[in-house]
């Protein structure tokens, strides 16, 4: 218990010294956050022993929730209206494209197995809102452009989770049926955004409705709100993660008593829940099990980011008059965070034997995504001269 107490503490600390030190190199917050895992665990320093994957499964999926709710509360209503058409498409049949476009390459044309293409096409095809929100947000870009990539990261988990546990169910024969699987699909993305939206409207009328002196009971009353929107939508088997982003949206396009209070609160939480998660997941990994997947790593990487994530933009949105410019910014901002590391502890926990390759493939792309993409966002939008 010591550790959590002490070692965790200077984690903290040690991340927010390195991150406004490396900030003036444009390097993000969640690699810092990383690397500081990395760094602090069990095969490095050896100061943090930490490999409870279910754990950390459920301490993502809290953190995920604010991430997500803040997001939704910040993005304007005008904002999101011009941009439905492509970041819908992004989240939908983009994640299938890059997905399709991913296992073509790895099984076609490199000659991997089946059912690890098939697996890491799956897991890695959403882009990621805890990755996005940070990074992007520092970034003064045209609001459509930023709209377009936030929204689409936002609302393309459920498509991701769907493929991944399809293709798990396939290599298990534990599904029923695809039509099944298409079906709970269907319930998940069309349930999950009303519930957010009238439980949304629930909580707009409490607030205006208490009457407290006390500002602290408002933080409170937003913690209860955003944690019962996504619990309740979750009891009914429907998207929670939609329904937090949806409600943040509506509360944020919304007057209510002491807004900016709860702004506030929800910009503190979820950059707390960012810079924890990504903590979390370094502390998660064990660097000498690289040795024999590096390689793999890299080519996974450059796969997903220099052939699969620009055929699903350009395919993807094709009609939708976004411009050349526009789309490799949208191609090259398709950054992977914690989303797919978390489905990555899917097939370990299915039983395959290939789960923890595929969980330390997926991670080692993931950080190359982050370093690199991440760290030349702003060089990119200033040579597309979208900032100056």
Not at 297 to 314: C, E, H
């Amino acid at each position: 218990m010591d550790v959590v107490y002490v070692v965790g503490p200077v984690l903290l600390i040690a991340i927010v010294l390195a991150a406004v030190w490396l900030d003036r190199w444009s390097v993000p917050v969640i690699l810092v956050a990383l690397g500081a895992g990395i760094l602090f665990g069990s095969d490095v320093l050896r100061l943090w022993h930490f490999d409870d994957i279910e754990l950390t499964n459920r301490i993502a999926n809290l953190a995920l929730v604010f991430i997500l709710f803040h997001g939704g509360f910040t993005t304007r209503r005008a904002n999101f209206q011009a941009v439905a058409l492509p970041a819908g498409g992004l989240a939908t049949w983009g994640v299938v494209l890059t997905a399709v476009a991913t296992f073509g390459a790895l099984y076609g044309v490199f000659n991997w197995s089946l059912h690890k293409a098939l697996l890491l096409a799956a897991i890695i095809s959403s882009t990621d809102a805890a990755a996005i929100f940070s990074i992007l947000r520092r970034q003064p870009l045209p609001q459509k452009l930023s709209s377009t990539v936030e929204i689409e990261s936002a609302a393309n988990d459920p498509m991701a989770i769907l493929l991944t546990l399809a293709v798990i169910g396939g290599i298990t024969a534990a599904h029923s049926s695809w039509q099944m699987s298409v079906l709970v699909f269907i319930w998940k993305f069309a349930v999950g955004p009303f519930c957010g939206w009238f439980l949304a409207k629930a909580a707009l009328w409490l607030f205006n409705r208490l009457e407290s002196q006390d500002r602290g009971h408002y933080y409170v009353l937003s913690l209860g709100i955003i944690l019962l929107i996504y619990g309740l939508t979750e009891m009914i088997n429907a998207s929670g993660m939609l329904a937090v982003f949806v409600a943040g949206y509506l509360m944020g396009n919304r007057p209510f008593v002491y807004k900016q209070g709860v702004t506030n609160f929800s910009s503190a939480v979820s950059t707390i829940g960012n810079v924890g998660l990504f903590a979390l997941m370094g502390l998660q990994v064990f660097p000498h099990q690289w040795g024999a997947i590096w390689l793999d790593g890299i080519l996974l990487f450059l796969v997903l980011t220099l052939f699969a994530r620009p055929f699903a933009v350009w395919v993807g949105t094709a009609g939708m008059g976004l411009g050349w410019r526009n789309k490799t910014f949208i191609a090259w901002a398709g950054l992977r965070g914690s989303v797919p590391i978390v489905l990555a502890t899917y097939p370990a926990a299915a039983g395959l034997a290939i789960g923890q390759e595929v969980f330390n493939l997926v991670f080692f792309a993931v950080l190359l995504s982050i370093g690199i993409q991440g760290s030349t966002l702003g060089w990119l939008a200033r040579l597309l001269n979208f900032t100056c």
